[in-house]
């Protein structure tokens, strides 16, 4: 049963919840953006927040409470933020560039790699950053770093 008068569905109004946090928990800004910049950036941030991720999956791993973990869940935001105002700094047009190809091709990565590619080498360039796909069988060319992407089966 549904607590509220509101009708339960097509609402076009955004649920915003009021209730405040206690005073022991610091605020902390949302990162602030959508889907698509963080996917164009999430292969970043993973290699530029690594320890601050590591520590919180560790955190979340010894405890399931949400509470326990906020720490360590404020310097992965703090250091999500950091990297996309870097991003924004250094790599404006290309990062525009690639997460509005992402935005507009439901988000898969294949439809924007000519955007993709120009990113990276921006990122490498301005921060040192290294596009790594996780799980890339050694000694083959990552997908993105291919000449033609084409799966075909052997």
């Known amino acids: 049963m549904a607590a509220t008068n509101q009708h339960p569905f097509l609402s076009?109004?955004?649920?915003?919840?009021e209730t405040p946090l206690p005073e022991d928990i610091p605020r902390v800004d949302d990162v602030g953006t959508t889907s698509a910049p963080l996917k164009s950036a999430a292969f970043f941030i993973?290699?530029?927040?690594?320890n601050f991720n590591d520590d919180y999956?560790?955190?979340k791993n010894e405890n399931n409470d949400p509470?326990?973990?906020?720490?360590?869940?404020?310097?992965?935001?703090r250091c999500t933020i950091e990297l996309l105002r870097k991003l924004r700094e250094?790599?404006?047009?290309?990062?525009?560039?690639?997460?509005?190809?992402?935005?507009?091709?439901?988000?898969?990565?294949?439809?924007?790699?000519?955007?993709?590619?120009?990113?990276n080498t921006c990122v490498f360039n301005a921060l040192n950053l290294?596009?790594?796909i996780p799980g890339t069988p050694?000694?083959?060319?990552?997908?993105?770093?291919?000449?033609s992407p084409i799966?075909?089966?052997s």
């Open 90 to 119: 250094n790599c404006d047009k290309e990062f525009e560039a690639h997460w509005q190809c992402l935005d507009k091709n439901n988000q898969e990565y294949y439809q924007c790699r000519p955007q993709e590619k120009t990113f």
């Open 12 to 17: 076009n109004v955004p649920f915003k919840d």
């Open 130 to 132: 290294e596009k790594v």
């Open 57 to 59: 999956m560790l955190c």
């Open 46 to 50: 993973g290699a530029y927040c690594k």
């Open 138 to 147: 050694q000694g083959k060319p990552p997908i993105h770093l291919k000449e």
């Open 67 to 77: 509470k326990h973990c906020l720490k360590e869940g404020r310097k992965v935001t």
């Open 151 to 153: 799966f075909k089966p």
